[in-house]
């Protein structure tokens, strides 16, 4: 085919329009929310005391952070998905939840404190915690690579990896409501390495599925 | 060089909303500069530069399919290079060599007049024929013989609307295959 007649094709489509990549996003990641939710019910569910547990200012931190890494990573997903964008100017949006997580940290410092410092953080639910949150969160990664695909991100395996923490971070709010283990440094110490092997995974997935 | 590139930002916002001249007109001007650049980037990899139209034609696939990535209050010329740029390493690569390619390969390109010499371009036209006959066929039409969507449509007995999916389906496909070979 000639270049020309290339483009005369090209320029006869030209009335087709593609949905924006944040509507695509969100409508897959709205469609893989009740599957990671059921996986959730049926495998872990609600911890009993949670009416209690809302009280407590540890346990309502958990969905901060676990929110603002979510949250974070689809505003930088979203311009990651544009071609000329780079993690410039936006990367620190991610450095967001860590903030929060170590004034989260300092503040449990300075309280008096029931039980030993190693204690906590090695809480009762760190086998648990790395199971369910990858699991849940594969679902929601799925979403988020297929809707990223509608955009063209330049490095595809960076991409990838936001698309990892942005399904941790959906997968991590839905496992905090199980986990009785509400130390900031619990969070810090299983949350973070659970959150690191999915966005392995994003990563490996997305420079493979992501190339555009 | 300032000017060429607010004239393809106008041409395109015009395209967005719909106008199909301009599209044509703004793909037209840019082929010169992605060719240039393309054969610049050949020539670094110590390969064959009249290679490039396949290059060329996996660039305009790229920019067409991912259009709606361009955000209209930004300047056309960066996006389209920065696709530019990703389609040409990963033909690059493709070729055995792994090479940088530089952004000012593309900005600084000034299209030279005479046409250099070039092989026809053979990877599309090859995927054509792997595509559905339905999605081949209106490609043909519209492509290769220059029919109308109206005059493809009465030539297949569908429907206008029929041919427009065919169409976008045939070249979103042609453009996976490209990508996978």
């Known amino acids: 085919m000639e270049t020309d007649q290339l483009i005369r094709t090209l320029a006869a489509d030209n009335a087709h329009r593609a949905r924006p990549v944040g509507f695509v996003l969100a409508l897959a990641l709205l469609a893989a929310a009740p599957v990671s939710v059921a996986m959730f019910f049926a495998g872990w569910g609600v911890r009993p005391d949670v009416m209690t547990a809302m009280h407590n200012p ?37 450095l967001i939840p860590a903030g929060i997580l170590l004034a989260g940290i300092g503040s449990e410092m300075m309280m008096p404190q029931r039980l030993p410092m190693m204690t906590r ?14 699991l849940m969160s594969l679902p929601f990664l799925a979403a988020a690579l297929l809707g990223l695909r509608h955009g063209a991100p330049a490095r595809p395996a960076v991409e990838g990896a936001i698309a990892g923490l942005l399904s941790a971070g959906l997968a991590a709010t839905l496992y905090a409501s199980h986990c009785t283990d509400d130390s900031p440094l619990f969070v810090a110490t299983w949350y973070s390495i659970a959150t690191a092997l999915v966005t392995a995974i994003g990563a490996l997935a997305g420079s493979k599925l992501l190339r555009f | ?20 001249v301009a599209y044509h007109r703004l793909l037209k001007a840019v082929t010169p500069v992605l060719r240039a650049a393309a054969r610049r980037g050949l020539a670094r990899a110590g390969q064959p530069v009249d290679q490039s139209e396949d290059i060329v034609q996996d660039i305009l696939l790229a920019v067409h399919l991912k259009r709606h990535t361009w955000d209209a209050n930004a300047p056309f010329a960066p996006w389209l290079f920065a696709i530019a740029r990703n389609k040409l390493i990963d033909q690059l690569r493709r070729r055995g060599r792994r090479v940088f390619v530089n952004i000012d390969d593309f900005a600084e390109t000034i299209p030279s007049e005479s046409a250099p010499e070039t092989v026809p371009a053979g990877e599309v036209a090859a995927q054509l024929q792997s595509l559905p006959a339905r999605q ?10 220059s ?6 449509a009465a030539k297949f007995a569908m429907s206008e609307g029929a041919v427009r999916v065919a169409l976008h389906r045939g070249l979103a496909s042609l453009t996976a295959k490209l990508r996978e070979q």
Do not use: Y
Not at chain 1, 78 to 88: D, F, G, I, M, T
Not at chain 1, 128 to 133: G, M, S
Not at chain 2, 136 to 145: F, N, P, T, W, Y
């Open chain 2, 1 to 20: 060089m300032r000017e060429r590139e607010d004239e393809w930002t106008g041409l395109m916002r015009l395209a967005i909303s719909g106008d199909s």
């Open chain 1, 121 to 134: 953080l090695i809480g009762s639910n760190s086998m648990i915690c790395l199971t369910a949150v990858p």
């Open chain 1, 58 to 94: 540890f346990f309502d931190l958990k969905f901060v952070v676990t929110l603002a890494l979510a949250i974070s990573a689809i505003a930088v997903g979203l311009h990651l998905s544009r071609p000329e964008a780079s993690l410039q100017g936006w990367g620190w949006l991610l």
């Open chain 2, 147 to 152: 029919a109308s969507i109206k005059d493809t």
């Open chain 2, 136 to 145: 081949r066929d209106v490609l043909q039409s519209i492509a290769v013989e």
